[in-house]
């Protein structure tokens, strides 16, 4: 598994997100509070959006371990965006560590990130293949269950009769959700899927915290919202807790010893609006997992 | 596009084919001869066979150069082997530069490389994806042209009535190339092809000089065989011209000034049985292309 | 030896310098025009001037091939900076390719590059190193002439009686170059040395084109200033030759085929002030190499 | 910290060591049981002898994580070797992670490695390099206080008048342990230095485990002989309890749950002989730190 933040606000200094926090996205790649096993040291992601000079995401990845990449401390210091997306990997057995297998992945203005792993991948990862558009298929450049999702979600936001209305990213992943627990079901797979799965325009923000197995064993999930994120002297927390036009964190583990960090139940969705508002749906109809 | 070597023989340190010769697999890898780029500078490989200690090839790959690899530099030194296969990689566009994209590839006992290209290759990718058996479909690493034909070669081995019968490899190359052209006629692709194939189980091998193309056009190919391929003070030769029970080289460009490097005619296979006899063979018995 | 490329001037994206020229500092990583060798793919770094965030400069540096490294490509479209250091590397014989080797290097809020050779440094080494303050020797990361000469520089500067004064900072490095020389002339060294260097504060810099040898080896050094550098669909230019309050490009070659490219006589130094003026200096009052 | 591995007996292959031990180096370097941190993922090196084919160690060095390098673990089955080194790294903060910073070092016949750290190394790395003769400081390709020291070794062993001599190494060892000390003691440094220092030359070793501390806080040190090493089915240990002739293996922390792992007093050595015989002496006549 995985650790991933996201993050949606006024612009922050990236490393506002990456290093300063106590519990920093680099300080869970090798001490996670949240995970059996602590080390996730198989390559680290950013994706942010700096919308004046680029409609499409920058992307930094790394197969080296985050603690120790002097790029990624650097960069850290001068970058400011309003939408932020990082990731420190512990591979799946099997998954090569290359730079396209890193989380973030991009695509036009989407980027995407996963925390889990599609239960018995091996047995449903042709059938997911081969029902992607020309296009979704040829955005792929790795190996991994999760940049396959993506490819998933983007042929499911494409599909869908207004795909710019709000909403419709949620629409896109709750579908490809489906697909993957409807793929699994098809293919016998009794092993649990864990989706905990980050999608972002740079405006808007879809995060589910899912599982096809039992509903405790979700991966964690936190959502903390408030006018606005700052690092001072090491203390990093929401300086107003007022809700609406503010800043949102979504992220596998609390950065902070800061109150106000919400734990998102299992199977939800949370659903990040142009104005930054936060709300929860369920992230599927039909109850997953044939319960 | 890119270079290989391949040494079938007596024992021979590892350097003797990627350092030593004056245009050693290392000097191609950013001097090559006969290319219009002369730079191959986007990775390398090395596949070498220890049967005494695996029935599997040894595998040594790198995003970086290799001519300022260390590692490779230190293990080529004390390396000893009776089957080696080398490459350099200049990335096809597209194609990233990972590890796993590397050449040589290894699966059970078979070793594998390419220089070259499949033309059109995004738009007969899928159909030659789904021809695959889900075994075949596993043994894919990486998102290269090269990767899927060693796939394709797996499916059609195994499907020979005699898999290790004399030859048996080379009628699973040829059908791989003649999938590969079909394919293609089938996409309406225009692009020729260019498939200069190298596989290898460690005793034997074929190497491919092929393209669906103008014949003039194929990608350079040379065979060099002799008693004993020796290296002595910067000098590399063959120490005896006789031919059988000795040692063969097929490289995209002669390693030496030495005599006896003769070049492949286009749309040939070079084979080389189990006691080291060199024939070869028409890579298709159809005209391909222009049929 | 290596290529460079510096930038002072308002704004401009990364890409503008590092990509989107016909002759970037990219496509001078593999195909440099006035070099013997054409191939720079030992690392490459880039390090870039954010005042409002940082008063150090922020760096990004790798040991693979600028030509392939997304990371790179990505992070040059939204990067936005008023003052720029680039450079590709071709390492030295015996100088190791590490990250911490590439350039440019930076302390404080001084970037620094060079693009040539200590003569002789194996002999010279330890007595520069000597001469080091504590301070400058532990900025010392790697081990290349290059990164000693910068903190020669540091120590030099530092002991100007009026370190901020407009031409402190070539004094200081016309004492580098100095000290150099008669290092090397105090060791019996006759190897030439070349000492294209360049140093920024991120508002003001220097760049030397100098050589203890015949001036006519000097490395190539050319400079470009107007109002305004700007890329506009592959064609970069200065959109207005007025001098003065504008844009100062310092180049090891001519970034495009704009007029406007002035090589830089050889042993003298290009200073950009404070208000971008541009000026010549010799590098040494008292002619070098014993002449 | 890190930790080592050190091997001298009949050819085992690489993996016996490297992978194969419930406790092996790389289980080491995500998961060690006798560290506060457990982590070592700056990083991990290899050397070994193969003297038919060199006098000099190959060495295998990266900057990755040693858990996930499948260069490693494909070398590591295929290579026989009587003499390994094997070392996982978790940086000092501070020293850079570059290659030539990772353990072991090379210098002609001579392997080293370091489990600690020289206390207040910033205070005293200056005299000490100073003190080096020249061809012991061209030796030096990095920044470690551990590669300092085997550069100390080299001038230390050079100097002894019988450098053949059974227990030369132990004497050189000492010195440049006792140098360290002076340094420190000298540049009134009071944090204590952790010098596990293990050398060797392909037939011999030696292997320290020293502070200049408290000796109850000397890094864990354990030896193991026997007839021969073995690792079958997961299951690793000597077949024979026989001493002498046989195999040594000198390591951080047990590689397996195999009994006859003794641990090593603080302020020894562990000197292993031509024959293989293993015999400790104490690391310094004159009692160090408290003197």
Redesign the interface.
């Known amino acids: 598994m995985c650790r991933f933040a996201l993050y949606l606000g006024p612009p922050i ?1 990236l490393d506002t997100l990456v290093t300063k926090p106590v519990n920093s996205i680099i300080h869970q790649s ?1 001490h996670s509070h949240e995970r059996k096993e602590p ?1 996730n ?2 390559g680290f992601g950013v994706a ?1 959006y ?1 919308p004046e ?2 409609p499409t995401p ?8 985050a ?2 990449n ?2 990624l401390l ?2 850290a ?2 970058t ?1 965006s309003e939408c932020i997306l990082a990731h420190v990997r512990a ?1 799946s057995p099997g998954l ?5 297998n890193c989380h973030p992945f991009t695509h036009g203005r989407y980027s995407f990130m996963h925390n889990g792993a599609i239960g018995g991948f ?1 047995r449903v990862r ?1 059938a997911l ?2 029902s992607l558009s ?1 296009e979704a ?2 955005a ?4 991994t269950d999760s940049e396959l999702m993506f490819a998933m979600f983007l042929d499911h936001h494409k599909r869908l009769e207004a795909p710019e209305a709000a909403g419709a990213m949620a629409l896109a992943l709750e579908a490809t959700i489906q697909q993957v627990v409807k793929a699994a079901e098809a293919a016998g797979v009794v092993e649990p899927s864990y989706l905990n799965l980050a999608v972002a325009d740079g405006r808007r923000a879809v995060v589910s915290r899912f599982t096809s197995g039992a509903p405790a064993e979700a991966a964690s999930l936190y959502v903390h919202e408030g006018k606005q994120y700052v690092c001072e002297e090491g203390l990093c927390r929401m300086v107003s807790p007022d809700v609406g036009r503010g800043a949102v964190l979504v992220c596998s583990e609390p950065l902070s010893q800061d109150e106000g960090w919400e734990r998102v139940p299992p199977n939800q969705m949370v659903v990040v609006g142009d104005d930054r508002s936060v709300s929860l749906r369920a992230c599927a109809p039909v109850p997953p997992g044939g319960a």
Do not use: E, M, Y
């Open positions: 200094v090798f080390l040291g198989d942010w700096v000079l680029s920058a992307l930094f990845r790394s197969i080296t371990p603690w120790n002097d790029n650097s960069l210091g001068v400011l591979a090569p560590v290359t730079q396209t091996d042709r293949l081969q020309d298929f040829r792929i450049h790795g190996t």
